[in-house]
């Protein structure tokens, strides 16, 4: 059964588009199963990491959203740790579900 994905990368910020997207077709090509595919990729471009990771201050972030079988995800997460132009990556479950803003006590009171 394909579930939906969410996965974030980091590249170095060396890397320009052409060759993270060449990277990317690479990783995606490792879903192998028809009818799996990739759904939506976003190039954030060059950020500035919260703390250094590898002796980096910025990275290259690309968000990709995909369907795939949880039999792929290993062989896919070794394939990424391979990978020496990723500085990190991070697959999760795209449960779809929206963040709605908690109420607080504060919002039901009334000021006296």
Not at 17 to 29: G, I, S
Not at 34 to 56: C, F, I, N
Request: aromatic share 8%; net charge negative; charged share 30%.
């Amino acid at each position: 059964m394909a579930r939906r994905y969410e996965a974030v990368y980091i590249f170095e910020s060396t890397l320009e588009e052409p060759a993270v997207t060449e990277k990317l077709t690479r990783f995606h090509a490792l879903i192998p199963q028809p009818g799996e595919a990739v759904v939506d990729v976003t190039h954030w471009g060059k950020r500035t990491l919260a703390y250094p990771v590898a002796g980096r201050e910025t990275g290259y972030y690309v968000v990709t959203k995909f369907e795939a079988s949880s039999e792929m995800l290993p062989e896919f997460e070794r394939a990424l740790k391979l990978d020496e132009g990723l500085l990190r990556h991070l697959v999760v479950l795209d449960e779809g579900a929206q963040m709605a803003p908690t109420p607080s006590a504060k919002d039901g009171e009334e000021e006296e």
